[in-house]
């Protein structure tokens, strides 16, 4: 069944790349687009900087056409400067807008943005409205289950959204105090699906790491999409995996090492030209951090590659890499001992 977003088509079933700051960029969702990824969303705009016209604010809003449907996510702790984010947003046609009413970070929930309006519902209420009434395209939200574990509110504060006009709703399976510890619970966002009242999609997020988790977060919890973040960082491939998975049952074996270092130095460019050299091949280290998992006796490599000052030395590393696991059966790998 198609999912409907505000009047547009977003797929069936589709796989959704989460906001996250530092990581989804241009150059990112550009490869996770590549393998499978149905609706990307930008890197989290804040709505203050981006009204004072801060350029690295400014920047975020690129979008480009073959990223289709995107969504450029802003945060802010006041009306005003949320409303006129929005306008400017909107300025540059993304196909939504999205409200983060989600983040957990001290220095955005801590202000009362982000997770922090979960303290404040009337006023994430009527934010939401505003924002609804003052732009022509589709507004959807993210946020959690409450702020703490005695205060799960999701299913007051999905209605509520609703009600003002928000499309859809995006729900990590966590409070904000719990972070991003613990495992995350889908019960109350099936809850949410399950509704009556509930008219708009609801987008399941949290601990998704596997093809059999997506599959599970669409026939258990009944979720009409799955959002997908930390996984996809150092394996945009994952969707592909994902995709093949829901179609066929059958799990793809993992890329080869060779095909895994052609993806990274692909991202590497683009992500100095992006940015620049420096910033571009530092911001890529988060990336490669979470690489070439399961490889043994890697601790070494691993250092010298998170530690290359140039992108010469950085290539020479990736030599000695496919030099060491190029040959090796991906169906081979092993969990990477760390100590080794």
């Avoid at 009409?224 to 998975?245: L, S």
């Avoid at 590497?268 to 979470?290: K, N, Q, T, Y």
């Avoid at 000695?320 to 059966?329: C, K, L, N, P, V």
Wanted: proline share 6%; charged share 30%.
């Amino acid at each position: 069944m198609k999912m409907i977003v505000g009047g547009k088509d977003v797929g069936d079933r589709p796989l959704i790349l989460a906001p996250m700051e530092e990581v989804t960029n241009p150059p990112f969702r550009k490869f996770c687009k590549r393998y499978g990824a149905d609706w990307l969303y930008s890197e989290f705009v804040s709505a203050d900087a981006l009204v004072r016209s801060i350029n690295k604010t400014v920047k975020k809003l690129t979008i480009e056409e073959n990223e289709r449907p995107v969504t450029i996510q802003i945060y802010g702790r006041f009306i005003d400067s949320m409303v006129e984010a929005a306008k400017i947003v909107e300025e540059v046609q993304p196909d939504f807008i999205d409200i983060n009413f989600g983040c957990p970070v001290k220095r955005v929930a801590a202000k009362g943005a982000g997770a922090g309006m979960l303290r404040d519902v009337p006023l994430m209420v009527e934010m939401a409205k505003q924002i609804v009434q003052a732009v022509k395209i589709p507004v959807t939200a993210k946020t959690r289950l409450g702020w703490d574990c005695e205060n799960i509110i999701i299913d007051d504060v999905a209605e509520r959204l609703q009600d003002v006009g928000i499309s859809a709703l995006a729900i990590h399976g966590r409070t904000r105090s719990q972070m991003y510890k613990g495992e995350a619970d889908w019960e109350p966002i099936a809850r949410v699906k399950q509704n009556p009242r509930i008219k708009i999609p609801i987008i399941g997020n949290g601990d998704i790491d596997s093809p059999q988790k997506v599959k599970e977060a669409f026939e258990r919890y009944g979720v009409d999409g799955v959002m997908i973040g930390r996984a996809t960082i150092g394996k945009p491939w994952i969707f592909e995996q994902i995709k093949h998975y829901l179609a066929t049952g059958e799990i793809l074996p993992e890329l080869s090492v060779p095909a895994q270092i052609e993806i990274i130095k692909e991202q590497i460019l683009l992500s100095m030209e992006w940015l620049d050299e420096v910033r571009g091949l530092f911001h890529m280290r988060r990336h490669m951090a979470c690489m070439f998992k399961g490889l043994p006796h890697f601790r070494d490599l691993r250092i010298q590659m998170l530690q290359a000052p140039t992108i010469e030395e950085l290539w020479g590393v990736f030599d000695q890499i496919a030099e060491r696991y190029g040959s090796m059966d991906p169906e081979d790998l092993v969990e990477e001992d760390l100590n080794s």
